[in-house]
């Protein structure tokens, strides 16, 4: 009864348009209240427990990073070095957004935060390509979900506190699938152009400047991923500290190089880092009692007899499990939806074989195509915002790049060498 009650109350207050933290955190509390013995103050102590971790701090100084790339030109810088690999191609702006999207990547950790930062440079100059709007938002909405697949990750960081493994192994593990993403929206665009006539002709103007020199304007802005990356997977400093490093050279690079970074961009660069990680914090803190009363409520213990139950094949039990998170990522954020379901699925997919490398991997793709597909999709509400199209019209012409992104999941899912192979490379 106990558990039935929780989920009703949790489902009430999302369809009720009640922000996600306070659903999580009041079908939490109502639940003890009413239906066990517990003290409610459990709550509030295991959601100050959940966020003690040193690891957690990385979360804010990525986010901040993100803000402080997009505000100090670095972020325009990263496009127009990916223009000069594709300037020529038909379909040679929807590339350059999804190249973008991935050098963003290695910067901000964020889905959300990479639409905003490459969709407001990009899309205005696809629609001077004559590239239909709502398409264009589309490319630039999947493009994004490669924010939290590149290292570094905030997913992951955070699948990492949750269950013990590796951060740094997380991080060399997304780099191959992410790449694999950015590779096959860009086949995707190219063929999607050609068949619509959409970038033929190139005439976007960047300036006229050489190969040569727009690497050099962009050198400083390509060494960020360089340095924080490199200073990972070197052992100079762990992800957390990696976070603030970025900071610094955002700050450097910014203020000394590009002198582009104000008083004013800084402040609002603060601002935006502390309205997103207080929304992230106080979820995580939610659902991390509410993750607590399913624990005590047996529930991962149950649920994993019950996929048991159904079937003895694996793939079969790996596809309910990837269905399932697919439809989640539809209703609840990547954060939440992690913090809850991972202590479920983990008796489940270790059961199957699975490390908890590759899983930390495909769970985050999967519940990254959430990002993109309506009603929650955050990327689609970003997306709205800049361009002003609704999220009805931006997911009409997402749908079939939806469909190419499961196809990406699932090859993720069952050929686990393209998920483990640099790891097993740089932790020999």
């Known amino acids: 009864m106990s558990l039935v009650a929780l989920f009703v109350l949790l489902f009430i207050a999302i369809f009720a348009t009640v922000p996600i933290g306070i659903s999580l955190g009041g079908a939490t509390i109502l639940t003890m209240d009413w239906f066990t013995s517990m003290d409610t103050v459990v709550s509030a102590?295991?959601?100050?427990?959940?966020?003690?971790?040193?690891?957690?701090?990385?979360?804010?100084?990525?986010?901040?990073?993100?803000?402080?790339?997009?505000?100090?030109?670095?972020s325009r810088r990263i496009v127009n070095m990916a223009h000069c690999f594709v300037k020529n191609l038909v379909g040679g702006l929807a590339i350059i957004t999804t190249f973008a999207c991935t050098f963003f990547a290695a910067i901000s950790g964020s889905g959300p935060a990479t639409v905003s930062a490459i969709g407001s440079m990009m899309i205005p100059e696809m629609e001077k390509e004559k590239y239909d709007k709502a398409w264009a938002t589309a490319i630039t909405c999947c493009g994004g979900i490669i924010g939290v697949i590149i290292p570094p990750s905030i997913p992951f960081v955070l699948f990492g506190v949750i269950t013990g493994c590796s951060i740094g192994e997380l991080f060399v593990a997304g780099v191959v699938p992410g790449l694999l993403i950015c590779a096959v929206l860009c086949l995707y665009s190219f063929f999607a152009c050609k068949k619509n006539s959409y970038g033929v002709e190139v005439?976007?103007?960047?300036?006229?400047?050489?190969?040569?020199?727009?690497?050099?304007?962009?050198?400083?802005?390509?060494?960020?991923?360089?340095?924080?990356?490199?200073?990972?997977?070197?052992?100079?400093?762990?992800?957390?500290?990696?976070?603030?490093?970025?900071?610094?050279?955002?700050?450097?690079?910014?203020?000394?190089?590009?002198?582009?970074?104000?008083?004013?961009?800084?402040?609002?660069?603060?601002?935006?880092?502390?309205?997103?990680?207080?929304?992230?914090?106080?979820?995580?803190?939610?659902?991390?009692?509410?993750?607590?009363?399913?624990?005590?409520?047996?529930?991962?213990?149950?649920?994993?007899?019950?996929?048991?139950?159904?079937?003895?094949?694996?793939?079969?039990?790996?596809?309910?499990?990837?269905?399932?998170?697919?439809?989640i990522g539809c209703f609840m954020d990547n954060i939440t939806s992690m913090t809850i379901l991972t202590p479920i699925f983990v008796p489940i997919v270790t059961g199957l074989g699975y490390s908890l490398t590759h899983f930390g991997v495909f769970m985050t793709v999967a519940l990254a195509i959430g990002f993109v597909t309506p009603p929650y999709g955050a990327n689609l509400f970003v997306a709205s915002g800049i361009t002003g199209l609704s999220v009805t019209q931006i997911s009409k012409k997402i749908l079939p790049m939806i469909g190419v992104l499961i196809l990406c999941l699932l090859v993720i899912t069952f050929v686990p060498q393209i998920t483990m192979w640099l790891p097993s490379v740089a932790y020999k």
């Not at 959940?50 to 505000?71: N, R």
């Not at 103007?205 to 960020?224: E, I, N, Q, V």
């Open 45 to 74: 102590q295991l959601g100050i427990t959940g966020l003690d971790s040193f690891t957690l701090i990385a979360i804010p100084y990525f986010i901040l990073a993100g803000e402080l790339m997009s505000t100090g030109g670095i």
């Open 203 to 327: 005439t976007t103007d960047r300036g006229h400047m050489s190969t040569w020199a727009t690497f050099k304007d962009s050198f400083a802005a390509l060494m960020t991923p360089l340095i924080i990356l490199g200073g990972i997977y070197a052992g100079i400093f762990t992800p957390t500290e990696a976070a603030i490093v970025a900071n610094v050279w955002a700050l450097i690079a910014g203020k000394f190089i590009y002198k582009e970074l104000t008083w004013k961009t800084l402040k609002t660069a603060l601002k935006n880092t502390a309205l997103t990680t207080s929304s992230c914090l106080f979820t995580i803190a939610c659902a991390t009692s509410f993750g607590y009363l399913l624990t005590t409520l047996q529930v991962p213990a149950k649920f994993a007899s019950f996929m048991m139950g159904l079937t003895s094949n694996k793939y079969l039990i790996m596809l309910m499990l990837l269905a399932f998170l697919l439809v």
